[in-house]
């Protein structure tokens, strides 16, 4: 669902910012819109590069510390090691 944000901007960024909508061919509301969801989506992308990254160079404490017990209460036999590239 989407909801509706108000912003305040000065009138020479409003005018530079409805002239960039206009030349891609969108409102202004949609052009700040899609440049908020991209910037969200880069940080999203960026987080979890990052998160893979630490995980893959601690693996090895983790499992030493953690170790296999992936699945604690359930049944010897019965759980699949995950490989270790999973993200």
């Known amino acids: 669902m989407a909801k509706q944000t108000n912003i305040r ?3 020479e960024v409003r005018a530079a910012a409805e002239d960039r909508a206009a030349r891609r061919g969108l409102s ?3 052009y700040v819109a899609d440049l908020i969801e991209a ?5 999203r992308a960026t987080f979890m590069a990052g998160a893979a990254t630490f ?3 601690y693996a090895d404490a983790f ?3 953690v170790g ?3 699945y604690p209460g359930l ?3 019965l759980e699949q090691p995950a490989p270790r590239d999973a993200a």
């Open 75 to 77: 049944r010897d036999g």
């Open 63 to 65: 499992e030493a510390e």
């Open 28 to 30: 202004l509301q949609g």
């Open 39 to 43: 910037d969200v989506s880069r940080s």
């Open 9 to 11: 901007l000065n009138d």
């Open 68 to 70: 296999e017990d992936r």
């Open 55 to 57: 995980l893959a160079g």
